[in-house]
Protein backbone atom coordinates (compact mmCIF):
# COMPACT_ATOMS: atom_id res chain seq x y z
CA UNK A 1 0.00 0.00 0.00
CA UNK A 2 3.05 2.35 -0.31
CA UNK A 3 2.22 2.83 -4.01
CA UNK A 4 -0.78 4.32 -3.62
CA UNK A 5 0.23 6.41 -1.17
CA UNK A 6 3.06 8.05 -2.33
CA UNK A 7 1.12 8.99 -5.33
CA UNK A 8 -1.65 10.28 -3.13
CA UNK A 9 1.14 12.27 -1.43
CA UNK A 10 2.63 13.34 -5.10
CA UNK A 11 -0.95 14.56 -6.24
CA UNK A 12 -1.98 16.43 -3.23
CA UNK A 13 0.88 18.32 -3.86
CA UNK A 14 0.15 19.22 -7.72
CA UNK A 15 -3.24 20.13 -6.82
CA UNK A 16 -2.25 22.27 -3.87
CA UNK A 17 0.59 24.22 -5.44
CA UNK A 18 -2.41 25.02 -8.02
CA UNK A 19 -4.68 26.29 -5.23
CA UNK A 20 -2.18 28.67 -3.99
CA UNK A 21 -1.25 29.82 -7.28
CA UNK A 22 -4.55 30.01 -9.05
CA UNK A 23 -5.64 33.11 -6.67
CA UNK A 24 -2.66 35.13 -6.35
CA UNK A 25 -3.21 34.99 -10.47
CA UNK A 26 -7.01 36.14 -9.44
CA UNK A 27 -5.02 39.08 -7.25
CA UNK A 28 -2.90 39.78 -10.44
CA UNK A 29 -5.62 39.50 -13.27
CA UNK A 30 -7.77 41.90 -10.69
CA UNK A 31 -5.54 44.58 -10.89
CA UNK A 32 -4.67 44.38 -14.68
CA UNK A 33 -6.28 47.04 -16.77
CA UNK A 34 -4.80 46.92 -20.57
CA UNK A 35 -6.05 43.83 -22.89
CA UNK A 36 -2.61 41.96 -23.81
CA UNK A 37 -2.34 41.07 -19.84
CA UNK A 38 -5.86 40.32 -19.00
CA UNK A 39 -5.20 37.85 -21.97
CA UNK A 40 -2.58 36.52 -20.55
CA UNK A 41 -4.13 35.82 -17.60
CA UNK A 42 -7.13 34.21 -19.21
CA UNK A 43 -4.77 31.62 -21.01
CA UNK A 44 -2.39 30.77 -17.92
CA UNK A 45 -5.45 30.32 -14.67
CA UNK A 46 -7.00 27.73 -17.72
CA UNK A 47 -3.71 25.94 -18.28
CA UNK A 48 -3.35 25.83 -14.46
CA UNK A 49 -7.11 25.30 -13.52
CA UNK A 50 -7.50 22.22 -16.48
CA UNK A 51 -4.07 20.74 -16.78
CA UNK A 52 -2.78 20.85 -13.14
CA UNK A 53 -5.11 21.51 -10.42
CA UNK A 54 -8.06 19.27 -11.96
CA UNK A 55 -5.80 16.42 -12.85
CA UNK A 56 -4.05 16.86 -9.12
CA UNK A 57 -7.42 16.98 -7.02
CA UNK A 58 -8.96 13.59 -9.24
CA UNK A 59 -5.79 11.85 -8.93
CA UNK A 60 -5.26 12.45 -4.89
CA UNK A 61 -9.07 11.75 -4.60
CA UNK A 62 -8.48 8.45 -6.80
CA UNK A 63 -5.90 7.41 -4.53
CA UNK A 64 -6.79 8.73 -1.50
CA UNK A 65 -10.02 6.66 -2.36
CA UNK A 66 -8.23 3.75 -3.31
CA UNK A 67 -6.11 3.46 0.06
CA UNK A 68 -9.97 3.94 1.80
CA UNK A 69 -11.00 1.41 0.26
CA UNK A 70 -8.39 -0.83 1.06
CA UNK A 71 -7.74 -0.98 4.81
CA UNK A 72 -9.92 2.20 6.36
CA UNK A 73 -13.76 0.70 5.74
CA UNK A 74 -12.92 -2.26 8.32
CA UNK A 75 -13.04 0.69 11.45
CA UNK A 76 -14.58 3.48 9.54
CA UNK A 77 -17.02 4.48 12.62
CA UNK A 78 -14.26 4.62 15.05
CA UNK A 79 -12.07 6.32 13.15
CA UNK A 80 -13.36 10.12 13.63
CA UNK A 81 -10.01 11.91 12.47
CA UNK A 82 -10.47 10.20 8.74
CA UNK A 83 -14.14 11.38 8.81
CA UNK A 84 -12.94 14.88 9.94
CA UNK A 85 -10.79 14.74 7.19
CA UNK A 86 -12.92 13.96 4.35
CA UNK A 87 -15.10 16.38 5.36
CA UNK A 88 -12.54 18.94 5.02
CA UNK A 89 -11.97 17.45 2.10
CA UNK A 90 -14.95 17.78 0.57
CA UNK A 91 -14.16 21.44 1.49
CA UNK A 92 -11.44 22.05 -0.54
CA UNK A 93 -13.12 20.49 -3.20
CA UNK A 94 -16.17 22.55 -2.98
CA UNK A 95 -12.85 25.67 -3.34
CA UNK A 96 -11.80 24.02 -6.38
CA UNK A 97 -15.10 24.25 -7.86
CA UNK A 98 -15.47 27.60 -6.23
CA UNK A 99 -12.38 28.83 -8.25
CA UNK A 100 -13.55 27.07 -11.76
CA UNK A 101 -16.38 29.48 -11.09
CA UNK A 102 -13.91 32.19 -11.04
CA UNK A 103 -11.66 31.44 -13.76
CA UNK A 104 -15.06 31.18 -15.91
CA UNK A 105 -15.90 35.40 -14.94
CA UNK A 106 -12.56 35.91 -15.71
CA UNK A 107 -12.99 34.58 -19.24
CA UNK A 108 -16.28 36.34 -19.62
CA UNK A 109 -14.40 39.39 -18.33
CA UNK A 110 -17.79 39.36 -16.03
CA UNK A 111 -15.52 39.47 -12.25
CA UNK A 112 -17.02 41.41 -9.28
CA UNK A 113 -14.47 40.97 -7.03
CA UNK A 114 -10.92 43.33 -6.26
CA UNK A 115 -7.45 42.24 -5.70
CA UNK A 116 -8.25 42.47 -1.93
CA UNK A 117 -10.99 40.00 -2.18
CA UNK A 118 -8.68 37.44 -3.98
CA UNK A 119 -6.00 38.45 -1.30
CA UNK A 120 -8.06 37.17 1.47
CA UNK A 121 -9.55 34.09 -0.83
CA UNK A 122 -5.86 32.91 -1.58
CA UNK A 123 -5.53 31.90 2.57
CA UNK A 124 -8.55 29.36 2.54
CA UNK A 125 -6.45 26.64 0.84
CA UNK A 126 -3.46 27.05 3.71
CA UNK A 127 -6.23 26.36 6.36
CA UNK A 128 -7.28 23.55 4.48
CA UNK A 129 -3.89 21.82 3.76
CA UNK A 130 -3.02 22.57 7.88
CA UNK A 131 -6.20 20.45 9.03
CA UNK A 132 -5.81 17.91 6.48
CA UNK A 133 -2.24 17.58 7.31
CA UNK A 134 -2.29 17.92 11.33
CA UNK A 135 -5.13 15.28 11.07
CA UNK A 136 -4.03 12.30 8.77
CA UNK A 137 -0.60 12.49 10.93
CA UNK A 138 -1.61 12.94 14.28
CA UNK A 139 -4.96 11.15 14.14
CA UNK A 140 -6.30 12.68 16.69
Known amino acids: MLWPKALHLIFMVTWFAGLFYLPRLYVY ?27 GAI ?13 AWVAWGEQLWLQAKLAVIAATLVYHLWCGKLLLEFRRDANQHSHVYFRWFNEIPVIFLVVIVLLAVLRP
Do not use: V
Not at 36 to 43: A, G, H, Q, V, Y
Not at 59 to 71: F, K
Open 59 to 71: LTCGMGGWMLYDY
Open 29 to 55: HAQCEDEISNERFKIMERKLFFGIMTP
